[in-house]
């Protein structure tokens, strides 16, 4: 039985694959949002949704957009690092070997950390999204985004996904 829950584990590679192919799409998709900032600026292209705005409000609307789906490009790649690290690799990490320390994987506590952390970033970029585009329409409904964003926050630092980590820096 051991032996075939071994075997079971390289099912995981689908989960790898996949999403080491949406992050790639999402680097395009972010690269091509950044590529659209600079013909607004450089070449007065204007969407006939965004006519109202100000050139560089629509450039800097796209490059909140970009980042967006670079943050959301690094979480994918996150997950595809940490899966891997976690059900195939069965090496530890030494010093030398050029991977970064906070994306290190030691246990699927630490991974469920650091992607809850990314999702934090991405609903606050979101939120400047939301609030640079409709800046003179704004609504109370708009606040409901920043509490979200603060209570999941705050359930982060009450959970302490990474106990382990915090216990042996002591």
Not at 66 to 73: R, W
Not at 108 to 114: P, S
Not at 155 to 164: A, D, H, I, W
């Amino acid at each position: 039985m051991k032996k075939t829950f071994y075997l079971f584990r390289y099912i995981s590679w689908i989960s790898i694959i996949g999403s080491l192919l949406g992050s790639l799409l999402l680097f395009v998709v972010g690269a091509l949002k950044t590529f659209n900032a600079f013909r607004v600026v450089l070449f007065d292209y204007i969407p006939k949704d965004k006519a109202h705005l100000h050139t560089a409000d629509i450039a800097t609307t796209y490059l909140i957009k970009s980042l967006d789906t670079f943050l959301i490009a690094l979480v994918l790649f996150i997950f595809a690092h940490g899966v891997y690290t976690l059900f195939i690799s069965n090496k530890k990490y030494d010093d030398g070997n050029g991977v970064l320390k906070w994306i290190r994987t030691p246990n699927i506590g630490h991974l469920k950390n650091v992607l809850a952390e990314v999702i934090v970033i991405i609903l606050f970029v979101k939120f400047l999204e939301v609030v640079f585009v409709n800046i003179d329409n704004l609504k109370w409904e708009i606040l409901i985004l920043p509490a979200s964003i603060l209570l999941l926050a705050l359930g982060l630092k009450f959970l302490s996904l990474n106990k382990e980590e915090i216990s042996n820096e002591k």
